[in-house]
């Protein structure tokens, strides 16, 4: 399994940004697909998850603001977030699991300004 996430960033409070994950070596659409994030000296959490037939779910923070959506096509899955608030600055990591263990992107950061 690999995965390669992308689009992060530094934007002023209320911005936009929309994070790219690509898979490759796993039969994409076949797998659930999740967002976590981890900001500095806290726990990593999940964001938002979304399963192989586009079943969403949100973490209370989030909800009504970032939208999680994939490309079975492209193989890739998206995080796009609005209203962005400085508490959201975090690295992001895309996940999914494979046969049993979970597998992560490198992380991608997101830093929002006050």
């Known amino acids: 399994v690999q995965l390669q996430a992308s689009g992060g960033g530094l934007v002023q409070a209320g911005g936009y940004l929309r994070l790219s994950c690509a898979a490759s070596?796993?039969?994409?659409?076949?797998?659930?697909m999740a967002w976590y994030r981890q900001a500095p000296g806290q726990e990593r959490e999940l964001v938002a998850s979304i399963t192989s037939d586009g079943g969403t779910t949100y973490a209370n923070p989030v909800k009504g603001r970032f939208i999680i959506y994939r490309d079975n096509a492209g193989d890739a899955v998206y995080l796009q977030m609005n209203s962005l608030k400085p508490e959201d600055t975090a690295v992001y990591y895309c996940?999914?699991?494979?046969?049993?263990?979970?597998?992560w992107g490198q992380g991608t950061q997101v830093t929002v300004s006050s």
């Open positions: 996940s999914t699991v494979d046969r049993g263990r979970r597998h």
């Open positions: 070596r796993i039969m994409f659409r076949a797998y659930d």
